[in-house]
């Protein structure tokens, strides 16, 4: 499937943001370790969320989706720990089957993670953590295989932040023996979530959000009813969709405090950024700035930011440099950014970017998710027709992305081949 959009308008108007995809993932994983009911709200319906409860569904737990963003999981009636579904190697957070099943079963057979393509990813951080509890962990086959015949609370320090191996940890460590000390965790707004969750079911883990991590294990978790947080990616992505198109735009179901790296660097560039209690406003009325920007884990700018912050620069006045320090591959979008004009070049992890007046609709094809999302923002932002295929990735990871923009004003039609992207071509002429 590709998008067709003519871009050129600015988006004007309200954005209802949806839960939070990466700690949905984690959740859902929680959500099996107990035999009772557990219910979530604010699912986000996208493609990893509907894998991964498919894989889930697969071992044999009760999966019910009482609404689009709702499900009920009962995982009283699972009948095997080992995961080896095709689907589930596409999808990145399949591991932390692993860190729930292993915590709850003492023992786990995944396959190897897939997801994007945005550099090596390695999960020796995870094995190390599970090490860290007395299991056995090892990759065998493209199956990671983690097993203990006594799973009992570590004392694990990560050598590198990692959000995965933050949660798996978390997850294992809830039901095992004794207390737990995580050190370097990770901080991301999605740590807090998954360990809130698994709180509300009977957990007892202090200091997520730091980079301290106290898990004092329990003997069971219960039935709980759930609400993931807000998306923050997804809402930084209409914020910059808003810069991009020079539009005034408010983000709506939010929580501010999570957006502020987002938000300091708009207002660099240029913008007014309006904090309310759950929501933030975006208005952009002339020519975007330059500045400089580096990913980093949270509270820096997220790399999952980066290239629709490389989008907005691409077309701000003067030269920026944007600096991506947490995946070594994650500049893919640029080649298809230049044939919409844009001006930038890659040296090792930094890019350069000479800001140009306006970018020019092309055909392009998305790489990954958030440069899919990235491209569509060029596309918003560039005169004419630009064509995006390979949606498929954007699907992953953004809830119905094309009506919430049209609700804003941008003109974007989904197109489901060539034949398609001529008459929609055709037709707004
Ligand atoms: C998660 C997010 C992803 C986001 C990333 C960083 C999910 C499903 N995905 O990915 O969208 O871009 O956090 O915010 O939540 N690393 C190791 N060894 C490990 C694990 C990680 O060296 O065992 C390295 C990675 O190569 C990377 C860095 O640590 O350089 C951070 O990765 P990590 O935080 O683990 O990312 P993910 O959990 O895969």
């Known amino acids: 499937m590709q998008y067709v959009i003519k871009g050129g308008s600015p988006l004007v108007g309200d954005v209802v943001i949806g839960g939070a995809k990466n700690a949905a993932l984690g959740i859902l994983a929680a959500a099996i370790m107990s035999d009772e009911d557990v219910v979530i709200e604010n699912l986000p319906d996208v493609r990893d969320i509907n894998v991964l409860l498919e894989a889930i569904e697969g071992i044999g737990a009760a999966v019910c989706r009482l609404d689009p963003h709702t499900v009920r999981i ?27 099943l292993l915590g709850k079963y003492r023992r786990a057979e995944v396959s190897l ?36 015949d006594h799973l009992s609370g570590g004392h694990i320090y990560l050598d590198v932040v990692s959000v995965g191996a933050t949660i798996n940890i978390m997850l294992a460590a809830a039901l095992a023996d004794g207390n737990t000390i995580l050190e370097n965790a990770a901080k991301e707004p999605h740590i807090v979530d998954v360990a809130n969750m698994l709180n509300s079911m009977g957990a007892n883990i ?39 198109t020079r539009g ?30 759950d929501a933030v406003r975006v208005v952009c009325k002339s020519r975007l700035r330059h500045t400089h920007v580096k990913t980093l884990p ?93 949606t498929k990735y954007i699907l992953r990871g953004y809830e119905r992305f094309d009506e919430k923009l049209r609700s804003l004003g941008a003109d974007i039609e989904q197109a489901e081949d060539e034949k398609d992207v001529r008459r929609l071509k055709l037709e707004a002429v």
């Open 206 to 244: 202090k200091g997520a959000g730091t980079d301290i991590i106290r898990i004092r294990g329990v003997q069971r978790l219960h039935g709980t009813v759930y609400s993931i947080i807000p998306d923050q990616i997804e809402a930084g992505t209409f914020m910059f969709a808003a810069a991009v």
């Open 298 to 390: 949270y509270p820096g700018f997220p790399t999952d930011m980066q290239p629709q912050i490389s989008v907005a620069l691409s077309v701000a006045e003067g030269t920026s440099m944007v600096t991506e320090s947490i995946f070594e591959n994650r500049f893919k979008y640029v080649d298809e950014l230049a044939r919409m004009g844009a001006d930038i070049k890659v040296e090792g992890n930094v890019a350069v970017i000479n800001g140009v007046s306006r970018l020019t609709g092309a055909d392009v094809s998305a790489p990954d998710l958030r440069a899919g999302a990235a491209l569509v923002l060029a596309g918003l932002g560039a005169e004419g027709y630009t064509v995006v295929d390979e």
């Open 113 to 148: 993670p897939g997801g994007c393509n945005i550099g090596s990813r390695p999960i020796d951080q995870h094995l190390k953590g599970f090490r860290g509890l007395g299991a056995r962990a090892e990759v065998d086959h493209g199956m990671v295989v983690a097993s203990a």
């Open 74 to 100: 009962n995982g009283s009636a699972i009948n095997t720990i080992r995961v080896n579904d095709d689907y589930i190697k596409r999808i990145r957070a399949s591991y932390y089957l692993l860190g729930a």
């Open 248 to 277: 005034d735009v408010t983000v709506k179901n939010v929580i501010p405090k999570h957006l502020e790296a987002i938000s300091a660097k708009l207002i660099e560039m240029g913008c007014e950024v309006v904090e309310f209690d």
